[in-house]
């Protein structure tokens, strides 16, 4: 039987290193192997005598860095998460040398600010961004070197490097470096030409704009093991445990099974266990999504991090620590996103192609220029090559259209984690719904009354509990009259209702029997209110759909999605809610942990899937399907397990945000196409000798505005919500 085997692996840059580390993995006798470039570990089957030392040492012999994934601690929540260095480190590369280019960058293409040795400023200036900050690629493209592989890396480093170099060598020994030097401009170069003129901006413009694009990208990617986090910080962290008749407060690391521990009203319950002592109503929808409250007492079953939501309870713990529904969550989330394939970022494939042939053109006109004319025009032909090839628009299509995207999003309370989830939203064809929170709001409201006399003595007693139905019917009925009569000799059932004497009279308020003859199938929750013992009325109450709810559904439907409504909710009440907003698909009464099951059969049916939902019980089904989008309003752990989050709550923005997402992404592939087309073009100009290295920096230069100017066209994006 294999063992299952999960790897950090550090030194990874783009998603050919994955690739390239999933092969050498795959080449240890019996082992499968899957590298995730976004979370960057390695998930391997590995065969017995397989041993963690071993896939190390194969990922260190690549040229990579390895080691054994260390389980998530509950008490590991407190710690503060430490800084990551590679993430810091980019930073301030990539605004060192942003800082350090712009004016090297514009001097050289403005000959008006061309001033008395100016060339000399742009060296002091372009030296430090080309050496520090692009020592990250130079680092990786050595290690390539060792490894006979190429990258996005090994072409940045080659490109930046010949640029510099041949500047630096026309500086001091050609006539470069003399005062009064300007640009020259023609359409082709010869070896005079090229000792006159300096590449500069090309150098630094390229290592600016790349570390931009890296640095986006890693920080982006720090978001993958949020989920975990986020699931982890939701237990309680200390718990009144009841030793020798006393309570005692213990970290909630202590807590074994058998022991009994007291949960006051408001606060979380720490472990999953069973109600020994008093009955409440307890708030599980930051683990389930729903919204009713359950009602439990002496006997029943609590599940942790579910909150108290009135009377004070005992509680036996049954299961601690990495057997609690939680931590099964955690581990759903982290399964989840183990499955996904590594995405290949568009440049990286284009040049998994383009690095290689351009080296080699470079090289072969080298040698044929040198054999059939001069030693000049060779070199001044293949840094051509080199120069026009520089990813400069390649590294800017992908952040910058992302940028501009992202934040034109953002405006419209979306947000976006990275370019792999723009693909996402051009492939799914199914978009399924979670029901609380998602289509409808997330709050108990009343929707229905007899009459003012029934509504007014239902919330004058109300307004004595803690209940959220209670507080619904309170708040409705001081809307409505403006403020309540005193409640006295107030007393709860649970289960049952409560009492309490208004006015001098009796009232009683309780679950109509009419809703409990039907099962309790209505999609309303209907309550009783009796005055000295006569029926007055009924109130009723319910979590109701979103006002924009339907439109959205709609908008989806436009889209070419198949809506699909999921929910732990009985049958009548989510058919009810899908008729309402128009949808025809509706898996109802569905547990917490099936969620994920029910994304997957959906995948297995051959669509690709997106996901919306806000509670704890959705970070697992987020994460594994297609698109995952969270509601802002929803918890923690979903919204760290999405691609996708809706600051505002409000479903009709995943209508905006799906087709941002898709625009975006059309940019990103029309960027891709210009930058590449405009090298495509070039290279053989250049490798024929019919280009000065000048023009192919202008050329490269004039591919990276188009880029730009293309991006700037996603802030006219109109929002529907």
């Known amino acids: 039987m294999a063992n299952i085997i999960d790897l950090d692996i550090t030194g990874m840059t783009c998603a050919s290193c994955a690739a390239r ?61 430490p800084e990551d ?17 712009a004016p090297v960058i514009a001097v050289a293409m403005i000959p008006a600010l061309q001033f008395t040795y100016w060339q000399w400023f742009s060296l002091t200036l372009a030296a430090p961004v080309v050496v520090w ?16 592989a190429a990258n996005m890396d090994t072409l940045v480093s080659m490109g930046t490097l010949a640029a510099f170099l041949w500047s630096v060598w026309a500086l001091f020994f050609g006539d470069a470096g003399m005062p009064g030097m300007t640009h020259g401009f023609s359409f082709t170069g010869s070896a005079d030409e090229a000792a006159s003129n300096i590449y500069l901006e090309a150098a630094a413009g390229v290592t600016a704009f790349v570390l931009l694009g890296r640095y986006l990208e890693h920080r982006s990617k720090r978001r993958a093991g949020a989920a975990l986090r986020a699931l982890m910080e939701m237990g309680a962290k200390d718990v009144a445990v009841l030793r020798d008749g006393r309570e005692v407060r213990v970290p909630v690391s202590e ?33 389930t999504g729903e919204s009713v409250p359950a009602e439990v007492a002496e006997g029943s079953s609590v599940t942790g991090a579910t909150v108290n939501a009135s009377g004070r309870l005992v509680v036996r713990a049954t299961r601690v620590g990495s057997d609690t529904q939680l931590a099964q969550m955690a581990r759903m989330v982290e399964d989840a996103q183990s499955s996904k394939a590594a995405v290949q970022r568009l440049a990286d494939r284009i040049s998994s192609v383009f690095v290689p042939v351009v080296i080699g053109i470079a090289l072969v006109t080298l040698v044929v220029w040198a054999l059939v004319g001069s030693l000049g025009p060779a070199v001044t032909a293949a840094v051509a090559v080199l120069v026009i090839a520089c990813p400069c628009a390649l590294g800017l299509a992908t952040p910058m259209a992302l940028m501009i995207g992202t934040s034109r999003a953002a405006g419209e309370g979306i947000l976006i984690s990275g370019p792999e989830v723009l693909e996402s939203t051009r492939r799914i064809d199914t978009i399924v719904l979670d029901k609380t929170g998602t289509v409808t709001t997330g709050r ?173 019980n959705d970070a697992a089904a987020l994460a594994a399907a297609d698109l995952g989008i969270a509601m802002g309003t929803g918890t923690d752990a979903a919204i760290a397990a999405s691609d996708m989050t809706l600051v505002r709550g409000d479903l009709l923005v995943a209508v905006d945000a799906i087709r941002l997402a898709r625009r975006t992404l059309r940019t990103i592939r029309q960027n891709l196409a210009w930058a590449f087309g405009y090298n495509a073009a070039a290279i053989p100009l250049a490798a024929f000798g019919l280009l000065n290295p000048m023009i192919a920096g202008l050329a490269m230069a004039f591919s990276s505005v188009s880029v730009v100017l293309n991006s700037q066209r996603l802030r006219s994006f109109a929002s529907r919500a």
Do not use: C
């Not at 990922?59 to 054994?68: D, I, K, N």
């Not at 942990?593 to 704890?616: F, I, N, S, Y």
């Open 444 to 616: 108990m409201s009343v929707v229905d009354h007899s009459g003012d006399e029934a509504l007014r003595y239902a919330g004058a007693v109300e307004d004595a509990s803690e209940h959220p139905i209670a507080r619904a019917i309170a708040e409705a009925a001081r809307a409505a009259f403006g403020g309540l009569p005193p409640v006295e000799d107030f007393a709860s059932r649970p289960g049952v209702g409560v009492t309490g004497r208004v006015e001098g009279r009796t009232v009683e308020i309780g679950r109509s029997k009419d809703a409990e003859r039907s099962g309790g199938e209505s999609p309303a929750t209907v309550v009783e209110v009796v005055v000295d013992g006569e029926t007055v009325g009924t109130v009723s109450v319910a979590d109701t759909v979103g006002p924009t709810s339907a439109r959205a559904v709609a908008g989806l439907r436009e889209l070419g999605l198949t809506p699909v409504l999921l929910t732990g909710d009985s049958k009548a009440v989510a058919g009810a809610v899908a008729a309402e907003v128009g949808i025809d698909r509706v898996i109802a009464e569905v547990m917490p942990e099936e969620k994920l099951d029910h994304v997957r059969r959906l995948q297995a049916e051959g669509r690709v899937v997106a996901m919306v939902g806000d509670g704890v």
């Open 133 to 148: 900050g692009g020592w990250p690629f130079h680092r990786v493209a050595a290690v390539n070197l060792r490894h006979r």
């Open 21 to 81: 580390i999933e092969k050498k993995l795959n080449r240890v006798e019996g082992a499968e192997a899957t590298v995730n470039f976004a979370t960057e570990r390695a998930r391997v089957a590995a065969p017995e005598g397989v041993t963690v030392a071993d896939l190390v040492a194969v990922v260190e012999r690549t040229g990579y860095g390895a080691s054994p994934v260390e389980p998530e601690k509950p008490e590991a929540a407190d710690r503060a998460e």
């Open 255 to 287: 807590l074994a099974v058998g022991d009994e521990f007291v949960v006051r009203p408001g606060e979380k319950i720490a472990t999953d266990g069973t109600v020994t002592a008093g009955a409440s109503a307890v708030d599980e929808s930051m683990l």
């Open 85 to 101: 260095a590679e993430l810091r480190s980019l930073r301030q590369r990539a605004v060192g040398s942003l800082v350090l280019s």
